[in-house]
């Protein structure tokens, strides 16, 4: 009987160790996480390898890629195809990439962004042939008039129409300058307010919010549904400044609209692999952070 109950006990042991996850199980769980690629724009700038760059920020884990390189018809002076296929081999997806056409004085001054829109056309089909969700305009600077944050406005819902009609979901990535005011309108709420939701989501970047003074929380909720990704970001890695409350940011992210999030590493303590490697390591543990948040 003793036997038995010894033979029993250690079954049920084996069979409890078979489903309970490890700790490193634990950490290894995986959560789409995707990277936007200016964080390793020095490596890109000093290794000519760039499926070696891919396949190590795979190897940490995580799962997609925003880029940061588009120029003439090119990613990372690749063609569109080639940089999917490259992707894909390291085991990511293509997700979005930062891309722009800044508005001329010209173009300011008399309201016509014509010419600016033509360009758009080329970088939309190149996107589109790179497997591309998301294309997402990354700086702009202050207007110094509300009639030109009005026509910035308008050329943004413009571009988003456009990206819209080839299946693409055009945003704008804030920095901290956009919570400032343009005469007495803060930047990124008339920006918010005056573009049209089918046509511009908002990709905020949340330390650059924190920078600005600023609630990411108080933003998701004033403007329920118009921040499909995020930038997570810290000072240096991500979770180690306590700086940015990551969890009320990510306990509200149904209200946000999220369906993405992007790591963005602009300095680390160490080296940027050890510093990816920390930051991915923080939301993989955080019980806050789904798996997903794709619908």
């Given amino acids: 009987m003793k036997r038995r109950t010894l033979i029993g006990t250690l079954v049920a042991g084996c069979m409890m160790l078979a489903v309970s996850p490890t700790f490193a199980q634990q950490k290894a769980a995986k959560k789409e996480i995707g990277l936007q690629l200016y964080s390793v724009r020095e490596e890109i700038g000093k290794n000519p390898n760039f499926d070696q760059i891919l396949q190590k920020i795979s190897a940490l884990g995580y799962t997609g890629v925003e880029a940061a390189g588009y120029k003439d018809g090119k990613l990372y002076n690749l063609s569109p195809q080639e940089f999917k296929a490259k992707v894909e081999k390291a085991g990511m997806k ?19 962004f014509t010419e600016s829109l033509k360009w758009w056309d080329e970088c939309i089909a190149t996107h589109k042939a790179a497997g591309m969700k998301y294309i997402v305009t990354p700086w702009m600077d202050v207007p110094k008039t509300l009639k030109d944050l009005e026509t910035q406005c308008r050329y943004l819902d413009a571009v988003g129409a456009k990206c819209r009609q080839q299946g693409i979901v055009y945003g704008y990535h804030n920095h901290s300058h956009e919570f400032r005011k343009v005469e007495d309108k803060v930047m990124y709420d008339y920006m918010l307010e ?24 108080d933003y998701f909720n004033k ?10 970001k810290d000072h240096r890695e991500i979770g180690q400044s306590g700086m940015v409350g990551f969890d009320a940011i990510f306990n509200n992210s149904k209200v946000a609209g999220l369906q993405y999030i992007f790591v963005e590493l602009e300095e680390t303590r160490n080296d940027i692999y050890t510093g990816l490697q920390q930051s991915i390591d923080y939301l993989k543990k955080a019980s806050f952070v789904k798996a997903s948040y794709l619908k």
Avoid: C
């Fill in 94 to 112: 293509v997700i979005s990439s930062h891309a722009t056409k800044t508005l001329s004085e010209k173009e300011l001054a008399s309201g016509d």
């Fill in 194 to 217: 005056h573009t049209n939701p089918e046509n511009v989501f908002f990709e905020m970047d949340v330390y650059w919010a924190v920078m600005g003074q600023v609630s990411p929380v």
């Fill in 223 to 232: 403007y329920a549904g118009r921040f499909k990704a995020l930038h997570i």
